[in-house]
DNA sequence: ATGAATGCAAAAACTTTGCATGACG
DNA sequence: CGTCATGCAAAGTTTTTGCATTCAT
């Protein structure tokens, strides 16, 4: 269970914790911004604030527990790490979300980096679409 | 001159706008955010807000003057519109911004969103970079 | 017990808005 | 002249931080 993951992450047990761990778990939604989750805990009873929310979300990032997406609109969304990275497909018309995953993108964006004497460390890659008309 | 595009537009001949304008123009400089810009009037003795600096360049942005850009740390920068597409690359230690264009991640893109039954509007690729050690 | 974690409120950073004044056409 | 644009300050958003208190081990 939840314990176990928090534990080996080094964090402590703790009532916030494990309760936005459970949230995270325990449902079809795959991603949360820190309000979202917020809102969820109220809804449980739970009494937790939002600074907290944003402390263990960061927490659960530095674990490997959690990802963590800047959206363009300026908000952060987190979604539990599957181990497999993944970027966005965003349909503009209805705002359904698709993961996808190219290696030869990946590949080249590490080229890319290396050429112009960086090392890549995060991307974010967003494609904006249509349904096929 | 400047009064021309901003006529073309459709916005009022305005001082704040025509030296905004100017700014963006007769600069090396490609990538403003709107404190950026703010600070730049300041230099020239201007006395314009900040949020008149949002308000033009959000003008601009609809007329397609500018292109803004959300860089995931939370704050916008905008860019002449030149016309010619390319991808951003980020110096996370400095702030810098590299521009760069590869054919073959936008050709896969386009196939990707092709796969998933999908036309591709629009994309935003960020490479988050550190300076190699 | 003791150091870490929490809640609250306040601060920060960036951007937008309300409103009275001033400028453009 | 009638709008539209501006400046200022105040409010909004999202996220972080300081600090006294509470909790986990």
């Not at 263990?56 to 990032?61: A, C, G, I, K, P």
């Not at 966005?88 to 590949?107: A, P, Q, T, W």
């Amino acid at each position: 269970m939840e314990n176990s993951q928090l534990k080996k992450a080094g964090l402590k047990i703790t009532h916030p914790r494990v309760k936005i761990l459970t949230i995270l778990e325990n449902s079809d939604k795959r991603h949360w911004s820190a309000e979202d989750v917020f809102k969820e805990l109220m809804l449980s009873g739970e009494d937790v604030g939002i600074a907290t929310v944003y402390r263990v979300l960061t927490q659960f990032e530095s674990a490997g527990i959690v990802t963590r997406h800047n959206f363009s609109d300026g908000h952060s969304v987190f979604e539990l790490d599957h181990g497999e990275h993944h970027d966005h497909m965003v349909d503009l018309d209805s705002g359904e979300v698709v993961e996808f995953m190219n290696d030869e993108i990946e590949k080249i964006q590490h080229a890319i980096a290396d050429e112009h004497g960086y090392d890549l460390v995060d991307h974010s890659l967003v494609l904006y679409v249509k349904k096929k008309s």
